[in-house]
Protein backbone atom coordinates (compact mmCIF):
# COMPACT_ATOMS: atom_id res chain seq x y z
CA UNK A 1 0.00 0.00 0.00
CA UNK A 2 2.96 2.37 0.69
CA UNK A 3 3.97 1.95 -2.75
CA UNK A 4 0.36 3.72 -3.67
CA UNK A 5 0.84 6.62 -1.74
CA UNK A 6 -1.09 5.48 1.40
CA UNK A 7 0.42 5.40 5.07
CA UNK A 8 -1.18 3.63 7.78
CA UNK A 9 -4.12 5.44 10.30
CA UNK A 10 -2.70 5.59 13.44
CA UNK A 11 -2.41 2.26 14.79
CA UNK A 12 -4.63 0.67 13.19
CA UNK A 13 -2.98 -2.02 10.57
CA UNK A 14 -5.90 -2.57 8.50
CA UNK A 15 -6.74 0.98 7.58
CA UNK A 16 -4.69 3.49 5.40
CA UNK A 17 -5.01 7.29 4.27
CA UNK A 18 -3.81 8.45 1.01
CA UNK A 19 -3.85 12.49 0.99
CA UNK A 20 -4.67 14.54 -2.18
CA UNK A 21 -2.00 14.85 -4.75
CA UNK A 22 -1.76 15.44 -8.25
CA UNK A 23 -2.89 11.67 -9.10
CA UNK A 24 -5.56 11.56 -6.58
CA UNK A 25 -7.27 15.07 -6.00
CA UNK A 26 -9.20 14.64 -3.08
CA UNK A 27 -7.78 12.22 0.05
CA UNK A 28 -8.89 8.33 -0.39
CA UNK A 29 -9.14 6.08 3.49
CA UNK A 30 -9.07 2.23 2.89
CA UNK A 31 -9.66 -0.31 5.72
CA UNK A 32 -8.75 -4.17 4.38
CA UNK A 33 -9.89 -6.99 6.12
CA UNK A 34 -8.76 -10.37 4.92
CA UNK A 35 -10.87 -10.59 1.62
CA UNK A 36 -13.21 -7.40 2.24
CA UNK A 37 -11.78 -3.97 1.61
CA UNK A 38 -13.70 -0.92 1.55
CA UNK A 39 -12.68 2.26 0.10
CA UNK A 40 -14.11 5.58 1.06
CA UNK A 41 -13.58 8.98 -1.05
CA UNK A 42 -16.16 12.19 -0.70
CA UNK A 43 -15.11 12.32 -4.83
CA UNK A 44 -17.13 9.67 -6.57
CA UNK A 45 -14.66 10.59 -9.62
CA UNK A 46 -11.62 10.30 -7.33
CA UNK A 47 -13.08 7.01 -6.03
CA UNK A 48 -13.98 5.93 -9.59
CA UNK A 49 -10.53 6.51 -10.89
CA UNK A 50 -8.85 4.70 -7.81
CA UNK A 51 -11.07 1.47 -8.13
CA UNK A 52 -10.15 1.20 -11.56
CA UNK A 53 -6.20 1.70 -11.06
CA UNK A 54 -6.59 -0.92 -8.32
CA UNK A 55 -8.31 -3.17 -9.90
CA UNK A 56 -6.01 -3.79 -12.48
CA UNK A 57 -3.08 -4.45 -10.20
CA UNK A 58 -4.96 -6.45 -7.50
CA UNK A 59 -7.53 -9.33 -7.95
CA UNK A 60 -11.58 -8.07 -6.80
CA UNK A 61 -14.68 -6.82 -7.75
CA UNK A 62 -16.44 -3.66 -7.20
CA UNK A 63 -19.31 -4.45 -5.53
CA UNK A 64 -20.74 -0.89 -5.64
CA UNK A 65 -22.19 1.50 -2.52
CA UNK A 66 -21.40 -0.97 0.13
CA UNK A 67 -24.54 -2.26 2.09
CA UNK A 68 -22.62 -4.46 4.72
CA UNK A 69 -19.03 -4.53 6.23
CA UNK A 70 -17.79 -7.11 8.55
CA UNK A 71 -21.25 -8.28 9.89
CA UNK A 72 -22.43 -4.52 10.34
CA UNK A 73 -25.41 -3.61 7.85
CA UNK A 74 -25.19 -0.10 6.55
CA UNK A 75 -27.77 1.64 5.03
CA UNK A 76 -27.65 4.95 3.98
CA UNK A 77 -30.14 8.21 2.99
CA UNK A 78 -28.08 10.66 1.25
CA UNK A 79 -31.18 12.92 0.97
CA UNK A 80 -31.41 12.86 4.75
CA UNK A 81 -28.27 13.37 5.39
CA UNK A 82 -28.40 9.78 7.55
CA UNK A 83 -26.29 6.76 7.60
CA UNK A 84 -26.95 3.70 10.39
CA UNK A 85 -24.60 0.76 11.07
CA UNK A 86 -26.76 -2.16 12.77
CA UNK A 87 -25.75 -5.75 13.24
CA UNK A 88 -29.37 -7.51 12.58
CA UNK A 89 -27.76 -10.25 10.59
CA UNK A 90 -25.28 -11.24 12.97
CA UNK A 91 -27.78 -11.13 16.09
CA UNK A 92 -30.02 -13.19 14.46
CA UNK A 93 -26.94 -15.80 13.85
CA UNK A 94 -26.14 -15.80 17.09
CA UNK A 95 -30.10 -16.29 17.97
CA UNK A 96 -30.26 -19.33 15.47
CA UNK A 97 -27.18 -21.31 16.71
CA UNK A 98 -27.94 -20.98 20.10
CA UNK A 99 -31.71 -21.68 19.45
CA UNK A 100 -33.29 -18.53 20.91
CA UNK A 101 -35.05 -17.25 17.54
CA UNK A 102 -38.07 -18.33 19.73
CA UNK A 103 -37.76 -16.50 22.93
CA UNK A 104 -39.56 -13.15 24.20
CA UNK A 105 -37.17 -10.00 24.69
CA UNK A 106 -35.83 -8.84 28.16
CA UNK A 107 -34.70 -5.72 28.98
CA UNK A 108 -32.12 -7.10 31.11
CA UNK A 109 -31.60 -10.68 31.86
CA UNK A 110 -30.78 -12.20 35.15
CA UNK A 111 -27.66 -13.60 33.91
CA UNK A 112 -26.14 -11.79 31.27
CA UNK A 113 -22.44 -14.54 30.65
CA UNK A 114 -25.36 -17.73 31.19
CA UNK A 115 -27.94 -16.59 28.87
CA UNK A 116 -26.24 -17.14 25.76
CA UNK A 117 -23.65 -13.95 26.48
CA UNK A 118 -26.99 -11.42 26.21
CA UNK A 119 -28.91 -13.23 23.57
CA UNK A 120 -32.21 -12.72 24.88
CA UNK A 121 -31.37 -9.13 25.65
CA UNK A 122 -29.74 -9.07 22.04
CA UNK A 123 -33.50 -9.93 20.41
CA UNK A 124 -35.34 -7.43 21.85
CA UNK A 125 -32.71 -4.78 20.30
CA UNK A 126 -31.95 -6.82 16.53
CA UNK A 127 -33.47 -3.62 15.27
CA UNK A 128 -31.15 -1.21 16.92
CA UNK A 129 -28.06 0.66 15.54
CA UNK A 130 -25.89 3.89 15.26
CA UNK A 131 -27.78 6.64 13.14
CA UNK A 132 -25.22 9.65 12.32
CA UNK A 133 -26.98 12.64 11.15
CA UNK A 134 -25.64 15.16 8.61
CA UNK A 135 -25.10 18.58 11.02
CA UNK A 136 -27.35 21.47 10.60
CA UNK A 137 -24.92 23.48 11.38
CA UNK A 138 -21.54 23.62 9.04
CA UNK A 139 -19.52 24.52 11.62
CA UNK A 140 -20.32 21.05 13.08
CA UNK A 141 -19.20 19.24 9.80
CA UNK A 142 -16.68 16.65 11.14
CA UNK A 143 -17.12 17.66 14.29
CA UNK A 144 -18.56 14.92 17.49
CA UNK A 145 -18.37 16.15 20.96
CA UNK A 146 -17.87 12.98 22.64
CA UNK A 147 -19.48 10.21 23.88
CA UNK A 148 -18.82 8.15 27.02
CA UNK A 149 -19.93 4.88 28.17
CA UNK A 150 -18.76 3.11 31.54
CA UNK A 151 -19.58 0.09 34.10
CA UNK A 152 -18.12 0.04 37.13
CA UNK A 153 -17.52 -3.30 38.47
CA UNK A 154 -19.78 -5.46 35.78
CA UNK A 155 -17.52 -8.16 35.01
CA UNK A 156 -19.15 -11.21 36.82
CA UNK A 157 -15.95 -12.84 36.64
CA UNK A 158 -13.51 -10.30 37.69
CA UNK A 159 -15.71 -7.35 39.04
CA UNK A 160 -12.79 -5.10 36.45
CA UNK A 161 -15.22 -1.84 35.36
CA UNK A 162 -14.94 -0.90 31.62
CA UNK A 163 -15.41 2.61 29.85
CA UNK A 164 -15.45 3.23 26.46
CA UNK A 165 -15.25 6.43 24.67
CA UNK A 166 -15.91 8.13 20.57
CA UNK A 167 -14.34 10.92 19.43
CA UNK A 168 -13.38 12.69 16.01
CA UNK A 169 -15.57 10.87 13.97
CA UNK A 170 -15.20 11.13 9.92
CA UNK A 171 -12.22 14.07 10.90
CA UNK A 172 -10.97 15.74 7.28
CA UNK A 173 -13.32 13.39 5.01
CA UNK A 174 -15.53 17.07 4.67
CA UNK A 175 -18.67 15.28 4.43
CA UNK A 176 -21.56 17.96 4.17
Known amino acids: MSE ?4 KSGFEESVW ?11 ILMSAHIDYTLILCKDIATLQDFKQQFLTRFKGTDEGEVTEYLGCEIERDRVAGTLKISQCTYIRRILETHGMTDTNPVKM ?8 RGGIHLKG ?3 EG ?3 FRPF ?4 VNRLHGWVDSDYAADPDN ?3 TTSF ?7 LGYP
Not at 17 to 27: G, S
Not at 109 to 116: E, I, K, S, T, W
Open 137 to 140: DPAD
Open 4 to 7: QGFV
Open 125 to 127: TMD
Open 17 to 27: VREADEKYKHQ
Open 166 to 172: LRNLLRD
Open 109 to 116: PLNPARDC
Open 130 to 132: ITF
Open 159 to 161: RRS
